[in-house]
């Protein structure tokens, strides 16, 4: 079968084709193939007048043996391929912005990291942890390597924080500073934490992610100090741990990451694409008794926007019955959909429903799913009947999405009809009347 693939010819094998579910119609001369978003391409034939050509492996040899031209094309995801920032235009035109590493400590700036401490304070030095030998090899080779970098240097301050390692997922050794009791006699800043569904709001298009690194205070250096085996040191810039959020968001930018596709962020995975769990969060879950029966249901609450009908799959395990239903909300939280980010000014679609069980509900937008809700009934709640539920079900869908649906165009599509007549009926009773109020001032 001749198909026009503008450059060359391509013979796909019936291996590649059973691989990846190709339709292939002889008689109109087109074959579908299948991506891995779902949606399907179709390739036609622009030869219609002519009988389909089937080549064996045997004449391929044959014509390659006398010379035919041919060629082999390699395919490839191409989502995988990572860019290299040496091969970005504009890294090699400023390469004197973007150095290898960074030539020493940041300049000094308007704003610098501090540590205000409670009056009266006294400085805590605690006895450094006992290290294996593998750890002592790492500590000696970091301390060396923050040392060259101008991160930290030797220290004479009375103060004194423990150091110890974290295993990262590729198994090398993450050096982590324990500064749990300076952290309870400094004066606590009170600048509001940021929610992080708020934080994915803003992500909307973004593709640039920054890391920011400051220069700690000279009157505060020596608060930073830690005990290690090799000597006393003290940091230079900020070190981990010790962060305020204000700082973060009066400075744009200082040491940054660019062109990245994707980001782990909170626990999920960012892309230009949207929002995905992050697998490795839950994978790896297998709960052996109660408390850990708890402590996944814990960690996929947190997700529980990705799935639809998270309440009424996740029952069963709040009643202990964990086996199947374990297995079938992990399977869905590592094969969760990408949820898109919402966009102000497009109209918004719920769909809601309710059981006798549970509540459920989606946001979408030009047809996308941007998160799902459900929650189970609460006993009192069981006794409504059917029409009261699925006014509830819209209720909980304007509560939980308030910040997103409030002022904007939407609409709400629903599986029981009585409810269109409720606008326009005489006799309310106060919960009813509580609902719609809520309604009209969402209009």
Same mark, same amino acid.
Request: proline share 5%; hydrophobic share 40%; glycine share 4%.
């Given at each position: 079968?001749?198909?026009?693939?503008?450059?060359?010819?391509?013979?796909?094998?019936?291996?590649?084709?059973?691989?990846?579910?190709?339709?292939?119609?002889?008689?109109?001369?087109?074959?579908?193939?299948?991506?891995?978003?779902?949606?399907?391409?179709?390739?036609?034939?622009?030869?219609?007048?002519?009988?389909?050509?089937?080549?064996?492996?045997?004449?391929?040899?044959?014509?390659?043996?006398?010379?035919?031209?041919?060629?082999?094309?390699?395919?490839?995801?191409?989502?995988?391929?990572?860019?290299?920032?040496?091969?970005?235009?504009?890294?090699?035109?400023?390469?004197?912005?973007?150095?290898?590493?960074?030539?020493?400590?940041?300049?000094?700036?308007?704003?610098?990291?501090?540590?205000?401490?409670?009056?009266?304070?006294?400085?805590?030095?605690?006895?450094?942890?006992?290290?294996?030998?593998?750890?002592?090899?790492?500590?000696?080779?970091?301390?060396?390597?923050?040392?060259?970098?101008?991160?930290?240097?030797?220290?004479?301050?009375?103060?004194?924080?423990?150091?110890?390692?974290?295993?990262?997922?590729?198994?090398?050794?993450?050096?982590?500073?324990?500064?749990?009791?300076?952290?309870?006699?400094?004066?606590?800043?009170?600048?509001?934490?940021?929610?992080?569904?708020?934080?994915?709001?803003?992500?909307?298009?973004?593709?640039?992610?920054?890391?920011?690194?400051?220069?700690?205070?000279?009157?505060?250096?020596?608060?930073?100090?830690?005990?290690?085996?090799?000597?006393?040191?003290?940091?230079?810039?900020?070190?981990?741990?010790?962060?305020?959020?204000?700082?973060?968001?009066?400075?744009?930018?200082?040491?940054? &990451?660019?062109?990245?596709?994707?980001?782990?962020?909170?626990?999920?995975?960012?892309?230009?694409?949207?929002?995905?769990?992050?697998?490795?969060?839950?994978?790896?879950?297998?709960?052996?008794?109660?408390?850990?029966?708890?402590?996944?249901?814990?960690?996929?609450?947190?997700?529980?926007?990705?799935?639809?009908?998270?309440?009424?799959?996740?029952?069963?395990?709040?009643?202990?019955?964990?086996?199947?239903?374990?297995?079938?909300?992990?399977?869905?939280?590592?094969?969760?959909?990408?949820?898109?980010?919402?966009?102000?000014?497009? &109209?918004?679609?719920?769909?809601?429903?309710?059981?006798?069980?549970?509540?459920?509900?989606?946001?979408?937008?030009?047809?996308?799913?941007?998160?799902?809700?459900?929650?189970?009934?609460?006993?009192?709640?069981?006794?409504?009947?059917?029409?009261?539920?699925?006014?509830?079900?819209?209720?909980?869908?304007?509560?939980?999405?308030?910040?997103?649906?409030?002022?904007?165009?939407?609409?709400?599509?629903?599986?029981?009809?009585?409810?269109?007549?409720?606008?326009?009926?005489?006799?309310?009773?106060?919960?009813?009347?509580?609902?719609?109020?809520?309604?009209?001032?969402?209009?």
């Amino acid at each position: 079968m001749l198909l026009s693939f503008d450059e060359f010819d391509v013979i796909l094998g019936l291996d590649w084709l059973a691989t990846h579910d190709v339709i292939v119609n002889c008689g109109r001369k087109f074959i579908e193939l299948k991506c891995e978003s779902g949606d399907l391409i179709r390739v036609e034939s622009d030869v219609q007048d002519r009988l389909p050509v089937v080549i064996s492996s045997l004449l391929t040899r044959k014509y390659l043996r006398k010379g035919y031209e041919a060629y082999i094309a390699f395919m490839m995801n191409t989502r995988e391929t990572k860019l290299r920032i040496k091969s970005v235009p504009i890294v090699c035109e400023y390469s004197d912005i973007f150095p290898e590493e960074l030539p020493g400590l940041p300049p000094v700036r308007e704003i610098e990291f501090g540590i205000k401490l409670a009056l009266g304070t006294a400085p805590i030095s605690i006895a450094p942890y006992k290290m294996a030998p593998t750890e002592l090899k790492e500590l000696k080779e970091e301390l060396q390597e923050l040392t060259n970098k101008g991160s930290t240097r030797p220290s004479y301050s009375p103060w004194g924080a423990l150091v110890l390692f974290v295993k990262k997922k590729d198994g090398s050794m993450r050096l982590c500073i324990d500064y749990r009791q300076l952290n309870k006699v400094t004066v606590k800043n009170k600048y509001p934490l940021l929610r992080i569904d708020d934080l994915f709001d803003q992500l909307k298009g973004a593709m640039m992610f920054s890391k920011i690194d400051l220069r700690v205070k000279d009157s505060d250096v020596s608060k930073t100090a830690f005990r290690t085996r090799y000597g006393h040191y003290e940091f230079l810039v900020m070190p981990f741990d010790l962060t305020f959020i204000d700082l973060m968001n009066c400075i744009f930018r200082l040491k940054s &990451e660019f062109w990245l596709k994707e980001v782990r962020f909170f626990e999920h995975i960012v892309s230009g694409d949207g929002i995905i769990v992050d697998p490795s969060k839950i994978s790896a879950i297998p709960p052996r008794n109660v408390t850990e029966v708890r402590s996944f249901l814990g960690i996929a609450g947190y997700y529980r926007r990705f799935v639809k009908g998270f309440s009424v799959i996740a029952t069963p395990m709040t009643r202990l019955l964990q086996k199947d239903s374990f297995e079938k909300l992990k399977a869905l939280l590592t094969e969760a959909l990408v949820l898109v980010q919402p966009e102000p000014g497009r &109209e918004f679609v719920v769909y809601s429903d309710a059981s006798m069980n549970a509540l459920g509900c989606v946001v979408m937008q030009k047809g996308k799913v941007i998160a799902y809700a459900s929650r189970q009934l609460k006993p009192h709640e069981k006794n409504h009947p059917t029409h009261g539920l699925e006014l509830a079900a819209i209720v909980f869908a304007l509560k939980i999405w308030r910040h997103n649906l409030y002022g904007e165009r939407c609409r709400i599509f629903i599986d029981h009809k009585s409810l269109k007549y409720l606008i326009t009926k005489k006799e309310l009773n106060l919960r009813q009347r509580k609902w719609l109020e809520l309604k009209n001032d969402m209009s």
